[in-house]
DNA sequence: ATCCCGAGGG
DNA sequence: CCCTCTGGAT
């Protein structure tokens, strides 16, 4: 396993590659940060940014959204996939806003997970970039470098990648170090074909050195 | 463990 | 053609 000192060392790598890293998701209140959030699921940010602005013109507040037909939302929705799933918890997620939150999306863990459709990932994106609460957010991005990267486990679940992360990494750097791994795993370190070759985590990568002496054959 | 599920990339 | 995309619910 990778130390902590190199685990930290890594992730500051990762910054100097990608200084520019932040929320790709186009969103001003935290209410349409949360919706955007819930669609971005198995979906690319670019296919989700393409529909969030008529959907929020057509649906501004919770209430517009939860007094919506289904079918109506879907419409805004479809080209992004799992629609119907998705239609139908922005629906429910926005109803329960008004009902139990008083019309208000909830700045804690536990209000955000009781949403429906609003899983510990979701809720961990929305608490560190609207409302500022030290939250590391686990995706598919971080998981896969985590465990590249031996920081982890290959077997280790979300859960125990973020409290390994946020473990090591100090507070006030958890929610960019988040959109940072992000980026590194977008534009350098994918899942399909990883540019190890080029790659400035290289020598510390045992999962990178296996991929390119296999290249090198 | 499985299902959902369209769009874009390789 | 096949794989992947800032997951969540069952």
Redesign the pocket.
């Known amino acids: 396993m990778l130390s902590k000192e190199k685990t930290i060392w890594a992730v500051h790598q990762m910054m100097l590659e990608f200084p520019e890293a932040?929320?790709?998701?186009h969103s001003d209140t935290p209410f349409h940060l949360l919706i955007a959030?819930?669609l971005?699921?198995?979906?690319?940010?670019?296919?989700?940014n393409?529909v969030t602005p008529k959907l929020f013109a057509r649906f501004p507040e919770p209430k517009d959204l939860a007094a919506a037909e289904i079918p109506e939302i879907e419409a805004y929705i479809?080209?992004?996939?799992?629609?119907?799933?998705?239609a139908k918890?922005l629906k429910a997620c926005a109803q329960k806003i008004l009902s139990d939150f008083d019309g208000v999306v909830p700045n804690n863990r536990a209000g955000l997970?009781s949403?429906?459709?609003?899983?510990?990932?979701?809720?961990n994106?929305v608490l560190g970039?609207a409302f500022n609460v030290p939250a590391f957010?686990v995706?598919?991005?971080v998981q896969?470098i985590a465990k590249r990267l031996q920081i982890v486990k290959q077997s280790a679940s979300?859960v125990e990648v973020e409290q390994v992360m946020t473990k090591r990494l100090p507070e006030n750097e958890w929610v960019k170090s988040?959109?940072t791994l992000?980026f590194f795993?977008?534009y350098q370190c994918?899942?399909?074909?990883p540019k190890c070759p080029t790659c400035p985590l290289l020598e510390i990568c045992a999962e990178g050195q296996k991929r390119t002496k296999k290249t090198a054959e």
């Open positions: 932040m929320g790709a998701l959030v819930m971005s699921a198995q979906a690319t940010d670019v296919s989700v393409k479809r080209s992004i996939g799992l629609y119907h799933n998705k918890h997970v949403l429906p459709g609003v899983g510990r990932k979701t809720a994106v970039d957010a995706d598919t991005h896969r979300v988040h959109h992000i795993g977008r994918m899942a399909r074909n």
